[in-house]
């Protein structure tokens, strides 16, 4: 299958914005409110993908997903990596665009870090089976009075 990733930057900012929107609205319906493509969320993307550490598949020379890794946000924990965002347009779900990509920011993550976390909707089923799918396991903790759930990921490390 044609997929390629690559390093994302700003001017990927308006076509990132499409698919994370259109990710969003068919993935979350019930689960959270839909959201909209404007101008203010094409600039702050594009900063964004200005800072590094995102990436971008191409699927037959068109972005059709993303992903961005980094430390740990919430905890603070610059020890520990963050899957922060992944998402894929709706159009190439179930065709491996997202195990393309969970493998690059896995690598990345792996190179930095020696454990990683991510958080996802507590309710949230294909997430959570494309999670596992992947390798990350849950690891019991919750956040935002439980609407949230964490899995991990350890790298065997050992890095001098
Ligand atoms: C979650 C998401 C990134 C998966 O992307 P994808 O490109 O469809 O993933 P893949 O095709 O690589 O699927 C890998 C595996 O994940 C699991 N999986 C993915 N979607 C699934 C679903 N709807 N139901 C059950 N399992 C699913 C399956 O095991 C699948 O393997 P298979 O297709 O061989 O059975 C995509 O559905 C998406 O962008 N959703 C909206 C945004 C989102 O949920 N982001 C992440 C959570 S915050």
Do not use: C
Request: cysteine-free; proline content about 6%.
């Amino acid at each position: 299958m044609p997929i390629t990733i690559r390093p994302a930057s700003a001017d990927d900012a308006l076509r990132v914005v499409e698919v994370y929107v259109d990710s969003w609205n068919a993935g979350f319906v019930g689960l959270m409110p839909p959201i909209a493509l404007d101008e203010g969320r094409v600039a702050r993307w594009a900063g964004e993908l200005a800072e590094g550490n995102w990436w971008v598949a191409e699927y037959d020379g068109v972005v059709a997903g993303l992903v961005g890794v980094g430390p740990s946000r919430d905890p603070l924990d610059p020890q520990l990596g963050e899957l922060d965002t992944i998402a894929v347009d709706p159009t190439y779900w179930r065709t491996g665009i997202g195990t393309a990509l969970m493998h690059k920011a896995l690598d990345e993550l792996a190179a930095g870090y020696p454990e990683a976390i991510l958080w996802t909707l507590a309710d949230y089923d294909r997430g959570q089976r494309f999670y596992a799918s992947t390798g990350w396991q849950p690891d019991s903790n919750t956040r935002d009075n439980g609407h949230q759930v964490s899995y991990r990921f350890t790298f065997s490390w050992n890095h001098t």
